[in-house]
T-cell receptor, first 112, second 116 residues
């Protein structure tokens, strides 16, 4: 089942913050966050496994709610290099392998 | 840092022709995947592969598609008779261990397949 991402797009000035949401109608095994720049491969950012988990590196962090149905990616004090499309990839319980089902993506544009 | 490599970077093929996309996963990884991304759309799962056999496949992965690990390093995706709608970016990914899930998947740079 495809996760729902919001917003579809966001435009920021350098230094501003953004939140990207990823939600599912069912509890998830894990959520993976990726950033993809135009014409390039998705780059892994982080993975969340536990309900209530928060994780981050530098100014990019993410949370996974207790019910494991929603994850949010937080981008603080955005930089030009943060521009790209952010995808959440979700793993469901009961799958044969950890295939990822991706959301439709959030296009983030950071302007000077 | 180890990376997933894919060749070719761009493949142009006539409709109806066979095409083989190649991938070299990260050497100590055990699980391999193919995804595709139609221009401007989301990344879609095609197939996962472990222990020399398909573990899971999506409805997109019909009889025209096959995967193989012909030797200890390469992982290939074959499309037998290409259609216009097969035009997309194809990504190979690998993960260290899928047991229990929750392993990061590392993506190659992709092969852009254009069907004429």
């Amino acid at each position: 089942q495809q996760p729902v991402q919001s917003p579809q797009a966001v435009i920021l000035r350098e230094g501003e913050d953004a939140v990207i949401n990823c939600s599912s109608s069912k509890a998830l095994y894990s959520v993976h966050w990726y950033r993809q720049k135009h014409g390039e491969a998705p780059v892994f950012l982080m993975i969340l496994l536990k309900g209530g988990e928060q994780k981050g590196h530098e100014k990019i962090s993410a949370s996974f709610n207790e019910k494991k149905q929603q994850s949010s990616l937080y981008l603080t004090a955005s930089q030009l290099s943060y521009s790209g499309t952010y995808f959440c990839g979700t793993e469901s319980y009961g799958g044969a392998t950890n295939k990822l089902i991706f959301g439709t993506g959030t296009l983030l544009a950071v302007q000077p | 840092e180890p990376e997933v490599t894919q060749t070719p970077s761009h493949q142009v093929t006539q409709m109806g022709q066979e095409v083989i996309l190649r991938c070299v996963p990260i050497s100590n990884h055990l699980y391999f995947y193919w995804y595709r991304q139609i221009l401007g759309q989301k990344v879609e799962f095609l197939v996962s592969f472990y222990n020399n056999e398909i573990s899971e496949k999506s409805e997109i992965f019909d009889d025209q598609f096959s995967v193989e690990r012909p030797d200890g390093s390469n992982f290939t995706l074959k499309i037998r008779s290409t259609k216009l709608e097969d035009s997309a970016m194809y990504f190979c990914a690998s993960s260290e261990n899928s047991a229990g899930g929750g392993q990061p998947q590392h993506f190659g740079d992709g092969t852009r397949l254009s069907i004429l």
